[in-house]
């Protein structure tokens, strides 16, 4: 039934205002046990592109993609606006279909038409720029949300849920906070602990840190570093914030002109010879004129 339902889905469809507001997708077969979702623990999902291809009318926006995303890393892929790095994102949650190639989640392809059997059982959220919170619901009505629209637990643990993910972000005891008094950097941390409501295997973020003044985006680098001593799952967030990227991810991809440049650690991308990588580095950190 979810299989179903995520391959009918586009841009157009309801899929992405759900997920935009938090709500995690799900490739799952079997969701009929007690708490309907099994939500006790996180894993990883790995993820391979490869050579993906995609044309908006004569546009070819993404251009023999391949890349690979280890189960439980924190992955950047960076690059200047305009490059293709959403309609990236937005290929691997199935939000847009390819012209050609193909992405593996752990092994299993995702766009072959090839019946439940092939697509692996896991969970997805996605944290748009826009933190997309409802601003007549507080912040723990926010985190609770589809935990409650899609009944997956009574409500005593609901509560308990909501708890454990705003301290996860660094907001416990913000439950009845009305999010119209939070500042940017706090809504931000509260769109993330409802994306964490489901315990997605995979958590994506589009240009987390747009609207974000230098202190909060250090505070968003500290609460994305810190999920990761409570959850296993892989995290790719697409940015074209260069340090941010340096100091959050496990590895970075760098791309351009629709297509992947390199791929290493921060220190190796830091390091590399690639002009063009040299070049956005040098752009983005060159610092005071003279
Ligand atoms: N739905 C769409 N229809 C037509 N063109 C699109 C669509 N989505 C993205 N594009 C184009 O694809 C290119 C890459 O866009 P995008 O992935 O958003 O760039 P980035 O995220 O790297 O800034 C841009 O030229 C953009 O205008
Ligand atoms: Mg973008």
């Known amino acids: 039934m979810f ?31 007690g708490c309907r ?29 391949n890349l690979e995303i280890h189960d439980g890393e924190t992955f950047a892929i960076i690059g200047p606006s305009g490059t293709g790095k959403s309609v ?9 279909s390819p012209d050609s190639g193909e992405i593996y989640i752990d092994g299993h392809p995702i766009f072959a038409d090839n019946g439940q059997e092939a697509s692996a059982n896991y969970r997805y959220s996605m944290v748009f720029q826009s933190s997309a919170l409802f601003n007549s619901l507080t912040v723990g009505e926010n985190v609770g949300l589809w935990l ?35 500042s940017g950097g706090m809504k931000k941390r509260v769109a993330i602990a409802r994306s964490l409501a489901m315990n997605p295997d995979l958590i994506l973020y589009d240009e987390p840190t747009a609207e974000l003044d230098p202190v909060t985006t250090d505070e968003l680098a500290s ?11 892989t995290t790719v967030i697409v940015t074209h914030d260069l340090n941010f990227a340096l100091y959050v991810a496990d590895r970075i991809a760098m791309m351009h002109g629709g297509t992947i440049v390199g791929v290493g650690t921060p220190a190796e991308i830091k390091a590399s010879d690639d002009p063009v990588i040299k070049s956005f580095i040098y752009t983005t950190t060159k610092g005071i004129k003279g």
């Open 148 to 182: 409650r629209e899609k009944r997956v637990c009574k409500e005593p643990r609901i509560r308990e849920m909501i708890h454990e993910k705003l301290a996860i972000v660094g907001l416990e005891g913000t439950e009845n906070l009305r999010t119209s008094e939070l």
């Open 88 to 96: 990236l994102l937005r290929h691997i949650v199935k939000l847009v």
């Open 3 to 33: 299989v179903k339902s995520l391959m009918e889905t586009n841009e157009e469809s309801g899929l992405f205002h759900k997920l935009m507001h938090g709500l995690a997708g799900s490739i799952f077969h079997d969701e009929e046990s």
């Open 223 to 233: 609460t994305i570093l810190n999920l990761k001593k409570f959850t296993k799952n």
């Open 37 to 65: 979702i099994d939500l006790s623990e996180t894993r990883g999902v790995s993820i391979r592109v490869e050579n993906l291809n995609k044309y908006f009318g004569e546009k070819h926006v993404l251009r023999d993609v």
